[in-house]
Each structure stands twice: as C-alpha cells, then as structure tokens.
C-alpha cells in the first residue's frame, strides 16, 4: 500500500504543476470582446476572425473572439445578460436585436448604419423591423440565411410534375411521388422545435392571410378562417395524404439535410446549406438537386427571414467607441465583400450593393437573393418586438399544428389554445 | 446446479455486451469515414477506404488536445477535491456520534432539489463576485457541489457495511480514529471509494452547462463544450465527432482498469493481511 | 479535561466541517435564489417581481405542464426500474466470472464515458427511420417490411429515449452494485451452503439484504439525475412529436432560455421538488433504520 500512496503522491503533484497555470484567471483587461456564430462553413469563418483581428488593429485594441453554437446561443446570452457580462460586440438572432433593446441594453448605432450605407448601399427595408426601434438603429445586419424550398428534379420528372407553386401543389406532387412508389414520405416539411419548424410556420400562416399582428405590431390573433385553412394545408400530409412521417416533428436541424441528401425525401426546406454541402462532398445527387422559392397561398407569397444574424455592441462595453468603430470596419467594402464571396454564397447582405453583386448571379444565387429581398422579419407585418420573438421562440405556431397532429386535437380547438398563449404573450410583454 | 448458475452469468454478460457493443461499434467505424461515405451511407459495416483523416483533423485544425488537457485536469482535481470532502464527512456521519447529525445528512441532500440547469446562473453570479471566473479553477470549485453530496452518501453505504469491531480492534490497539479510518476502513471501502471516484470523474468528464458559461476564454474549453461545436445547426461533422469520442472515452477505461487492479485487490489483500 | 465522548463530537464536527462550509458557502445563494425566483415574475434582463404562487397555480392551470410532468414520470420510473434490472444482473453476472474480468468490466464501462452529446447522437442516428441500422437491419432480416417509427410514434419516441438514457446509465448502478457485493463477506455464503441454500435463496436472503443500502442511494440518485437529465430527450427528439417526450428538463429549458421567462421555468423545475424530497426523506429515514 506504501509503494501506491507513493505513486499516488507523485502522480498529484505532477498534476498540481500542470493544474496551477491553469488556475489563474485570464486577464481580459485591455482586450475587446467579440461574440460571434459558429457557422457550417469553416472557411467564412475563418476570413470572419481575419477580417475582425485586422478590424481590431485598425482601430487601436486588443480582440478576443469567441464562438457560440446556434443551439448555445441564446444560454450564453441569457447569463449574460442577468450577469451583465455581455461582450462588446454581440453577433445576434434575429430576435435578440428586439429583446436587448428593449431592455436598453444596446447602444444605438444609427451612425455605424449610415457609415455603411456609404459603403455597401442602402439598407433593405425589410431588414430595419429587425434592428430598427423608435427610429433609432440598435443593430447592424449582418447576414441571411434564407430558407428556400429543395426539391428534386429527378423525382418530378418521374412523375411529370412541374416545380410547385404554392402550398397545394407542394402536396399533390408528393401524393402523386409516393402513389408511384418512389418514396414513402416525399414532403419532408418538418414543424419541429427548429428553424426549419418555425419559418416555414410563419411562411405559411403569412401566405394564408392569418398573422397574429396588424401593422404596428398589435396583437389581434390568427383570423379563424384563415388560420384554419392553414392549419388544413400544414397537417394534410402527415394526417390526409401520409405523405410526411410523424418521425420529421422530432427533427433535428440536420436531419432533413441528411435525409434529403440520402434521397428519402423530395421535397424539404431549408437554407442554401445543402448546396454547400453537395458541392463539398461531390455528392451524386447535385444535378438533381434544384431550389425554389418558398411556396404562395391564397393572401400571396409572404416570406419569413427567421436565420438573420445582426452585429450589436451593449452598453455593458468599456469601449463603445472602439467597438462601434470595429463593427464599422467589418462592415466596410473589402473586409464584408471577402467575407461574402468566400462564404460559398451561403451568407446573403442586407445592403444593395453586395447584394446585387455578380456573385449571386447562378440559378441558384438568384434565388437566394430573391428570397431576401421578399422576406419579412419575425412580427410582420409590423416590427420585430420581444412579444412577437417570444411567440417564435416558444413554438406556438408548430405546437398548434402539432397538437393537431399528434394529440389529434381538432384544428379549432388547437387554433382557439394558439391565439390564447398569444394573447397572453401579447399582454404580459411591452410592446415598445 | 453450479453449471446452469454459469451458463445464466454468461448469457446475461454476452446480452449486456451485445447491447453495449452495437452502438460502440458503430461510434468507432463512424470515426474512420469520410463525410461523404457518412452522407451516402455507403460501406455502412466496414468503411471501405479506411481513413484517418478524421483524427488526424482532431489534432491539426481542432483543439482537441488542448479540450482533453482542460477536462482530464478538472475532472481529476474536482474528483480529489470531492472525494477527500466527502470521505471525511462520510466516515464522522456513520461512525461518530454527535448532535444533529441525521439532521445533518439529510440537510446534505438538499442541494439536489434544485437542478442545475437552473443554478447555473445565480452560480455564476457568485463566482462573479468573488472575482474568480473564466479559469479552471472555477469549475474545479463548482463541480463538486454536485459531486460532494453524492459521495458523502455513497461513502456512507459502504462504510456502513463493515463491520465497526474491526475498527474497534484497531482503536484497543491504541490507533486515532483518523489512522483507524486510513488503515482499517478506506482499504475496506476501496471499491466503494473507486466507484465514487468513477462516478465524479465521469460527470465532471461530461459536464456541459458550467463549463459553457463560466469559461469565455477558448483556450480553456473543455470536451463537451468542444464536442458540441461538432454540431452546427444544419450539419454534424458526424467524422470528427466519433473520432474525438472513441479517443476520449479509452484512457478513462484504462485508468480505470488499472485502478482497479492496483487500488482495490491491492488494498484489500493489504488490509486483510495486517 | 475532554472525555471520549466530548472528543468524538469535536471530531466529528471538524470531519463534517469541510462540507458544510463548501455547500453553505456555494449551494446555498443559488438554493435560496432559485426558490425565490420561482416565486417571481421574472423575464431575463428585468427586476424580479414577487407574485407567489402565481406561477405554479398557472403551472398547474396549464395542461401542457401536466403533459410535461406525466412524460417526466414515465421517463424517470421506467429508465430507473430497467437500470435497477440490468445493473444488477451485471454485477451479479461479473462477481464470479473470473476469466477477462477486467476487460469486461471496463467494456461495459463504456457507455458512461463516452460523452453524452455522442450517445444521444448516435441513438438518434441508429433510430432514424429511413437509414438508422436498426431499422435497416429489422428490413434484411425481414421482420418488418417499413420502417419503425421509433421517433415518430408518440409511444414508440417515449420507449426509445429511455432506451437511451437506460444504455447511457445502467454501468453506473452495475459498477457500484459490483463494488457492494465485494463487501459481503464469503462466510455467509459458505454458511448458507451448508444449511443446502439454492441460488435465489442464496440472492433474497443474503444478498440484497447485505447491500440495501447501496442500492438506495444509488436508485436514489440516479432518479434525481435521470429527472433532470436533458440531453438525451433535446438531442433526440427536442421534445417532440408535438410533446410525447417533453419533460421538466426540456419544458423549463423552453420557458427559461428560449421564452426568457426566468420565474415560470424555476416553478416548472420546483415542481420536481416534492416528490424529490419525499424521496429523500424516505430513503434517508430508511437507512436510519437499518443502522438501528
């Protein structure tokens, strides 16, 4: 027993050398700090350290860049913010821009916005409910992701079906791909607890005429009618036709990527990630890979643009000067255009001149743009508020129409049980 | 009747293996794919290239090291921290007596009536103010307020299985109490000890909350933290992910299976002799 | 002058010290702040406002909730009693085998150490519908010809999360019930041979009553961590289809992070508390016993 404790002693104390460096706080005294996505894309991200390093030089400090994960994002930023140890410069949601402004917590960058107007063009209008409030700019936009319909083009041929328009065809294809046995479950639209859940949920709602808000952001609750033949359209395939398994309402953000790209499913939405990844695996289904806009209703085509990142610098900063001026310097010409071209156009602008830039001229680059130049922010038709990012975030719309779904509720009931959480949302949360 | 004892023992561990093994195997065949063989679900059973890259990309353009580094030292010092706590408290809540001391245990207990995806906050704060954040430190003080009730009672199981005469004989033999617990009970209770042991190494090994709020600086980022940087929201790099895990989960079974052979059979055969 | 008496007392407090102060200096603000919160409306980023048992009257209003509280039931009985099971046929499989003891032991080891962001991963990949191995396999071998439903099923979703949780769990009570019956000495064993004791007699009446204790604590705290365990369920299934696996940990993390509605999801995971303490109690109260 001597000779183990005498190991043991040893192999302590080796560890206590090794532990006691570690031990000392890290000093981030004189330094910035940069809290940014981690994106699917490695390279864009590691021009995005680049350019902001370069940025940080510029201007005179010291930069400490640190990443967050999509599904982390908001558990880090929820402690910091209750501990006040939000970074200097904060890469939010689209939702976060809302929450943190009302909280005022965030300094107005309204100087920062013309700065870059002067660089890459007008803003897009559809951009500034997101980030503008009471006049004032609180955030910077970014990036998009858009979410477009994928489909395949193999498969609709099979069957002679043309693209699909709107909701309804998006049905009948997939009814007519799975009575030709191709496929079991062709629509592979999930109404998950994920993006891919919630915007084509609002998408849908928009384009049946039943949002929750008028045009100043007052809540007046899903129209019945219109929210019923929604409802209709969402849970026909998974209750009616059998065209969607009940498996893709417990998706993950990356399983209708894989499951599209394992050829399972015709029909997904998504954003231009799946063409990033075809191309970087050289898959075999890339010819047949094919994107289209997100499909109109009845009330037209209304997108939703939930997959927003904006750049934002809390006032908890020691240095607002310096980090305004670092976020004007990542969003200026040649930093923002090399973050853009190097991004496998999977990262679209919110300013013109980028946008309209002959990079996002491909089929599919078209597309892409299109989509962010239609699509609205979280709340439309009126601005982005914390009560219409609480809807989102709480899942009521896909808990509506899983309740149908899986509790087998009737859509009234599910409908009434929505516009009640909203209502409730609506009254409890200020609407600046 | 000492045959069908055997042959029961025996299909019942070739079940558990079974059931262990098929997700085991398919973790470690993931990590010698390439994304594309993953993609495509070809060569599902055997890849077919074979390809390190997966590793070798662990080590070149990840950190994994550097994540391995972090948590082998939090775990190891959270487990020492907790289990020397908890023996202490463990051995004088079973062989001592005093006033309050069921109350004591119980009250011990406490701690885990709030989960700690709900602590981490007003935790947090604490550190805060205590001016001792983003540093490993930090989670080797945090950790075992977890880890510190659970062994204090599962020390207390086993050190109440055995039997007080034989510390009695050592205290007639004019031996402290402490040497009493050191000599006589820890051998006794050294596979009690190493399961505890085990038991805190593995959760601080896994541990993810704590770990992502209370450290900002990247270069002490521990492995679930990592890990979970494998999984961007439309995409697993599925690969790297099963290479880092296969790495990581094989020096704890070896330490383990060493510990226990040197720790537990040497112990015990020492205390039984002397 | 101490007396033996006065000098095992003072011991004993300075043994328990260093536990107290640690949990007294770091549990209890969070304890207490957690408690309190839960009492509060409170939104991220806004002072708390007190309105008692608002919450947990809204909590317990709300069918939702007691959907969540139902699944968290069944996730929690149904993981532990098959963890019970399987743990203890493991270590009473290992106690005697004596030929690659510790390699199988360390094998089955595994589950607990991998990472469980991996093992949630990997369960969520082996059940997938269209290309998981299980249903593949089930369709070679022929015995089914569709694909399972084992995410899609409300039931079916339900069983394969604590499969998961059961395969991730089960070498902690194995491991630790393995550790208890190294402590229950032979003789008793010889004794009962001699008396002409058969297996299950040998298992009833020396066995189980010899590690009582250990098995407790340890079904104890594992049903505390298997009800607040997150991972798994998040991983796998988010909660859903819809909310057929929704429980505390998922349903609070919905309140308090993604909503920011800090006060509801300190009720929401307060509401475990209850049932935790009695179990507590009675466990503690229990072994009290057995020590008399």
């Known amino acids: 027993m001597t000779t183990f404790m005498k190991r043991l002693a040893i192999v302590v104390a080796l560890i206590g050398v090794a532990v006691v460096p570690a031990l000392v706080p890290a000093s981030a005294a004189s330094k910035l700090s940069l809290w940014r996505l981690k994106t699917y894309i490695p390279p864009a991200d590691k021009i995005l350290d680049a350019n902001a390093q370069e940025c940080a030089k510029k201007v005179g400090v010291e930069l400490a860049i640190q990443t967050y994960t999509f599904d982390d994002m908001w558990t880090k930023y929820t402690a910091a913010i209750e501990s006040k140890t939000l970074p200097d410069i904060a890469e939010l949601d689209a939702v976060g821009p809302a929450r943190l402004a009302n909280l005022g917590r965030l300094t107005d960058l309204s100087d920062v916005v013309a700065a870059v107007t002067k660089e890459l063009g007008p803003i897009l209008p559809n951009a500034e409910g997101a980030v503008k409030f009471g006049g004032k700019f609180y955030a910077v936009p970014h990036y998009a992701i858009p979410l477009v319909l994928f489909y395949r083009k193999d498969i609709l041929a099979k069957v002679g079906a043309e693209p699909p328009d709107t909701w309804e065809d998006i049905q009948k294809v997939s009814e007519q791909v799975k009575k030709a046995g191709i496929q079991d479950f062709p629509n592979g639209f999930p109404w998950n607890r994920t993006g891919d859940g919630y915007d084509p949920a609002m998408s849908l709602l928009w384009s049946y005429g039943a949002a929750w808000v008028d045009k100043s952001g007052k809540f007046v609750g899903i129209p019945k009618a219109q929210g019923l033949e929604a409802l209709k359209m969402a849970t026909r395939a998974y209750l009616v036709d059998k065209t969607s398994a009940f498996d893709y309402l417990s998706w993950s953000g990356s399983t209708n990527n894989e499951s599209f790209m394992a050829g399972k499913i015709t029909f997904t939405p998504n954003g231009p990630s799946i063409l990033y990844q075809e191309e970087s695996t050289q898959h075999p289904l890339q010819k047949d890979t094919a994107i289209k806009l997100m499909p109109k209703g009845p009330a037209g085509r209304n997108l939703a643009l939930t997959f927003v990142m904006n750049w934002a610098v809390p006032v908890d900063s020691k240095s607002t000067k310096e980090a305004k001026a670092v976020v004007s310097c990542l969003m200026s010409r040649e930093p923002f255009m090399k973050y853009m071209t190097g991004s496998f156009r999977q990262a679209v602008p919110f300013f013109a001149t980028p946008l309209n830039d002959p990079y996002w001229n491909t089929p599919t680059g078209k597309i892409i743009v299109e989509t962010v130049k239609q699509g609205h922010p979280v709340g439309w038709p009126g601005p982005t508020t914390p009560a219409a990012a609480e809807v989102v975030s709480s899942n009521v719309l896909t808990d509506m129409i899983t309740r149908v779904i899986v509790d087998k509720a009737s859509p009234e009931t599910a409908l009434d049980e929505a516009n009640k959480r909203m209502k409730e949302i609506y009254d409890r949360v200020p609407v600046k | ?274 | 002058m101490l007396t033996d008496r006065h000098r095992e007392r003072l011991l004993g407090y300075a043994l328990v010290a260093p536990v107290a102060i640690f949990l007294v200096a770091l549990v209890a603000y969070p304890f207490l702040s957690a408690i309190y919160l839960s009492l509060t409306e409170k939104v991220v980023g806004y002072p708390a406002r007190f309105v008692g048992f608002r919450n947990y009257e809204s909590l317990f209003d709300s069918a939702r909730f007691r959907i969540v509280a139902r699944n968290s039931a069944i996730f929690t009985g149904a993981s532990i009693v098959v963890k019970l099971l399987v743990g203890m046929a493991m270590a009473l499989a290992l106690h005697k085998v004596v030929r690659g003891n510790q390699f199988i032991r360390g094998i089955l080891l595994l589950p607990w150490v991998i990472p469980t962001v991996v093992i949630a991963l990997t369960w969520k990949w082996l059940l997938d519908l269209f290309r998981g191995l299980v249903n593949v396999t089930l369709i070679d071998v022929g015995a089914v010809t569709r694909g399972v439903h084992w995410l899609g099923d409300p039931t079916l979703a339900m069983v394969s999360v604590v499969m998961a949780n059961v395969w991730r769990g089960f070498p902690f009570f194995g491991v630790s019930f393995l550790a208890a019956l190294q402590t229950v000495p032979q003789e008793l064993y010889d004794a009962a041979d001699v008396d002409g004791a058969g297996g299950w007699q040998k298992f009833w009446r020396i066995t189980l009553p010899s590690i009582k204790g250990v098995v407790a604590v340890v079904t104890l705290l594992s049903t505390i961590v298997t009800l607040n365990d997150f991972n798994i369920v998040f991983i796998m299934t988010r909660g859903g289809p819809g909310a057929a696996t929704h429980i505390f940990a998922t349903y609070s993390y919905e309140l308090g992070i993604m909503s920011q509605r800090w006060g509801l999801a300190m009720a929401a995971s307060m509401a475990s508390l209850p049932l935790v303490a009695l179990l507590i109690v009675g466990v503690v109260r229990y072994l009290h016993r057995e020590e008399e």
């Open chain 2, 1 to 274: 009747m000492l045959r069908q004892a055997t042959l029961a023992r025996c299909l019942v561990l070739a079940l558990i293996m079974a059931i262990v093994f098929v997700p085991m195997y398919w973790i470690v065949v993931t990590s010698f794919k390439t994304g594309r063989q993953i993609l495509l679900s070809q060569s599902v059973y055997v890849p077919r290239p074979f390809t390190i890259d997966n590793y070798v990309y662990l080590f070149e353009e990840s950190r994994f090291a550097l994540w391995i580094r972090n948590s082998a030292i939090t775990a190891t010092a959270s487990t020492l921290l907790s289990l020397a706590i908890g023996t202490l408290g463990a051995y004088a809540l079973t062989r001592l007596r005093f006033p309050g001391r069921r109350t004591f245990g119980g009250l011990v207990l406490i701690t885990y009536l709030v989960p700690p995806g709900l602590m981490f906050i007003p935790l947090y704060q604490t550190f805060i103010r205590l001016g001792y954040t983003d540093s490993l430190g930090t989670l080797i003080l945090a950790y075992p307020t977890f880890l510190v009730p659970f062994v204090t009672w599962l020390l207390m199981g086993f050190f109440r299985s055995i039997p007080r005469e034989l510390e009695e004989a050592a205290l007639v033999d004019g031996a402290t109490r402490v040497q009493a617990l050191v000599r006589v009970v820890l051998p006794l209770a050294a596979p009690g000890l190493l399961a505890a042991g085990l038991f805190c190494f593995t959760l601080s090994w896994n541990e993810f909350l704590y770990a992502l709020i209370f450290i900002a600086d990247d270069s002490l980022k521990t492995l679930p933290v990592g890990l979970s940087e494998f999984v961007v929201s439309d995409f697993a790099f599925w690969g790297q992910l099963m290479a880092a895990a296969t790495l990581a989960s094989l020096p704890v079974i070896v330490v383990y299976i060493y510990l226990h052979k040197y720790m537990v059979q040497g112990l015990t055969a020492g205390a039984v002799k002397g």
